[in-house]
């Protein structure tokens, strides 16, 4: 059955098996949507890379490089392929959205959308799940991959991670949106951020940003299921205006 691109944007590419995903209110998004909307975030959330500019010491990870990540024998041979591309060790912040699929054959396999942030300054990952599981098996596996990041670090990869409170979704389904819905409220936090030490010599303290109270609460009053719901509609519409 034929499967006909409908959008290149940036370095995703959505067909219209994406297209049907999205029209479904209970499909569970794949990694070629959730890399799709991560490229127009870096966008600026409105296809113009001169608004809202995300700071360079942040970064978005596609889950498709999680996902090679996972299947490489060694954490050196990820620096060899990733760190002069993504200049990852000079990032203060990284986001990697990943999914429980430990099967390298399955192309969009797993059952569950996760989401971890390495915070250099804290040398720590945050850890969000729409599910409250916080499997720590399946955030271990993937912060294995990038323990390069972590100085100091030791092998006991458990004290590296900080559970945080998350919303919680009301279904099987909806883990994706939730992943992306949290990516863009704290992008919008460290941009404004930004943009309110633009022209001062103070850095961001990301640590503080986005382990405040504040930041929590902000997550939990604005992604709800309505907003969840929303965010499906939102992504296709956003598709088809692009397609245009």
């Not at 912040?93 to 797993?110: A, E, K, L, Y």
């Not at 990041?149 to 883990?175: M, V």
Request: aromatic share 12%; hydrophobic share 35%.
């Amino acid at each position: 059955m034929s499967d006909p691109l409908i959008l290149s944007y940036n370095d995703s590419t959505i067909y219209q098996s994406d297209i049907n995903i999205l029209k479904h209110s209970n499909y569970w998004l794949n990694d070629s949507i959730i890399s799709f909307y991560l490229e127009w975030l870096k966008d600026g959330g409105s296809g113009d890379n001169n608004k809202n500019i995300i700071p360079n010491d942040v970064l978005l990870l596609s889950p498709s490089v999680v996902f090679c990540c996972s299947f490489v024998e060694s954490e050196q041979e990820i620096q060899l392929m990733f760190e002069q591309p993504l200049s990852l060790k000079s990032r203060e912040v990284i986001f990697f959205p990943f999914c429980n699929n430990r099967d390298p054959s399955v192309v969009g396999g797993g059952s569950h959308w996760s989401l971890l942030i390495f915070i250099k300054s804290l040398n720590k990952f945050i850890y969000y799940d729409s599910i409250n599981r916080f499997d720590s098996n399946d955030a271990i596996f993937i912060i294995s991959k990038f323990k390069f990041l972590l100085s100091p670090s030791n092998n006991n990869l458990k004290e590296y991670i900080i559970n945080q409170k998350t919303p919680q979704q009301q279904n099987g389904y909806d883990c994706g949106l939730y992943v992306l819905s949290i990516i863009e409220e704290l992008l919008k936090l460290i941009i404004k951020e930004n943009e309110n030490n633009k022209n001062g010599d103070n850095k961001i303290l990301y640590k503080d940003l986005l382990l405040s109270e504040s930041t929590n609460n902000l997550l939990f009053k604005e992604i709800s299921p309505n907003f969840i719901k929303d965010k499906r509609i939102e992504i296709l519409n956003i598709i088809l205006k692009l397609k245009k």
